[in-house]
């Protein structure tokens, strides 16, 4: 069964300074990684996705994601945090129930980001 | 703005009771998923529809179902409700059946927060 771990549910940084948050997942196929985001009282919104093409995904808003299989991790990063990167981040991962022929999305439990003017 | 509608937007209800929330998916899209959003449980996915057709089903309790209409508009229904019930639900609308493998993205309603009394 796949699953992700995302390392801190709350990460507190300076506005201008880097922003990485951290995604470890487990799946025994290749898997097809997502990061969402998720803005008060809003629904997800996707950052960015990896489908097996290049390693280093670019995203919406400055983020990126570089999969790197060895450490089976998906971290987010951005170079310069606004103000409004304040929000919930979420990875989710998904494989292929080649039985149903159906994907499911298995989330992380989110890290929450704070940006401190 | 997703394009994806829920309503409605709160409910508050006793334990015991049933209740349906509503989603409209964005115009186009023919798979609907529902997603329970809690504090101790997270984010899980709650079951697929792809026009009309149940296409995958996650941690969906047996109290829980639902269904999706010919208009493409869908409904999920929760009986027997329980303090544990209390969450958001969300629901997110894709183009194909396949959003998981990244072909396409799914889009987010702003959610039903659901508070069981």
Known sequence: AQSVTQLGSHVSVSEGALVLLRCNYSSSVPPYLFWYVQYPNQGLQLLLKYTSAATLVKGINGFEAEFKKSETSFHLTKPSAHMSDAAEYFCAVSDQDSGAGSYQLTFGKGTKLSVIP | ?117
């Open chain 2, 1 to 117: 703005d997703s394009g994806v509608t829920q309503t409605p937007k709160h409910l508050i209800t006793a334990t015991g009771q049933r209740v349906t929330l509503r989603c409209s998916p964005r115009s186009g899209d023919l798979s609907v998923y529902w997603y329970q959003q809690s504090l101790d449980q997270g984010l899980q996915f709650l079951i697929q529809y792809y026009n009309g057709e149940e296409r995958a089903k996650g941690n969906i309790l047996e109290r829980f179902s639902a269904q999706q209409f010919p208009d493409l508009h869908s409904e999920l229904n929760l009986s027997s409700l329980e303090l544990g019930d209390s969450a958001l639900y969300f629901c997110a609308s894709s183009t194909s059946w396949a959003s998981g493998s990244g072909t396409d993205t799914q889009y987010f309603g702003p959610g039903t927060r659901l508070t069981v009394l």
